[in-house]
């Protein structure tokens, strides 16, 4: 999709995982949108009403993620259902 946030969202190095100190699980390719959350959060002592427009940017950025290998998981199962029914 076009202007997604997966898309817009800059790239994280491994080296700034790291230094981020982001869990293993979290270091995909949303982490470069997980960090600035992260260090908002610390800043503002987590407050809930605060850091929205990260969230929430950080959130879609997953979702289109899961959009993405839904997608990919039903290519694969028609792929391999395709094989079966030769």
Same mark, same amino acid.
């Given at each position: @999709? ?6 817009? *969202?800059? /790239?994280? =190095?491994? &080296?700034? @995982?790291? %230094? ?7 270091? %995909? ?9 992260? /260090?908002? /959060?610390? %800043? =503002?002592?987590?407050?809930?009403? #605060? ?5 929430? *940017? ?8 899961? #959009? #993405?290998?839904? =997608? ?5 199962? &028609?792929?391999? %259902?395709? @094989? /079966?029914?030769?």
């Amino acid at each position: @999709m076009a202007g997604s946030a997966a898309e817009v *969202s800059p /790239r994280a =190095t491994r &080296e700034e @995982m790291r %230094d981020a100190k982001l869990p293993i699980a979290y270091r %995909d390719s949303c982490a470069g949108l997980l960090i600035p959350l992260n /260090r908002c /959060r610390v %800043d =503002t002592y987590y407050l809930p009403w #605060k850091c929205n427009d990260e969230r929430h *940017s950080y959130e879609k950025c997953q979702y289109e993620e899961f #959009k #993405k290998r839904v =997608t990919k998981m039903n290519e694969l199962r &028609e792929a391999k %259902d395709g @094989m /079966r029914s030769n």
